[in-house]
């Protein structure tokens, strides 16, 4: 499955965005699709991961009760919406499918070309 990751951009703490993941080539896979971030010097960071029937979803403790991930399989495309903007929270996010649910980033076969989220102060 190829992996287009959008929606980035440059806000204000306190502010939100909203970014989708278009999945193409063998989307009638189920799979498990993630996000993950990836800040400056720092190694890649598990976010949010949503399963194929989207019956259950997990976050980072970082992003609870800020972030919402879901999925639109009709459209094959992934979402995050992100509220409440920290600047801890700039970085390059990641989409990724994976066969099995789970925040482990080895286990996600396919990833995106990322998208960059700059949050200022």
């Known amino acids: 499955v190829q992996l287009q990751a959008s929606g980035g951009g440059l806000v204000q703490a306190g502010g939100s965005l909203r970014l989708s993941c278009a999945a193409s080539g063998r989307t009638s896979s189920n799979y498990a699709m993630g996000w993950f971030r990836q800040a400056p010097g720092k190694e890649r960071e598990f976010v949010a991961t949503?399963?194929?029937?989207?019956?259950?979803?997990y976050y980072a403790d970082s992003v609870k009760g800020r972030f919402t991930i879901s999925r639109d399989n009709a459209k094959n495309t992934v979402y995050l919406q992100v509220n409440s903007l920290k600047p801890e929270d700039t970085g390059v996010y990641y989409c990724?499918?994976?066969?099995?649910?789970?925040?482990?980033?080895?286990?996600?076969?396919?990833w995106g070309q990322g998208t960059q989220v700059t949050v200022s102060s």
């Open positions: 990724a499918a994976s066969s099995v649910l789970t925040p482990n980033p080895m286990l996600f076969g396919s």
């Open positions: 949503i399963s194929w029937s989207a019956g259950s979803t």
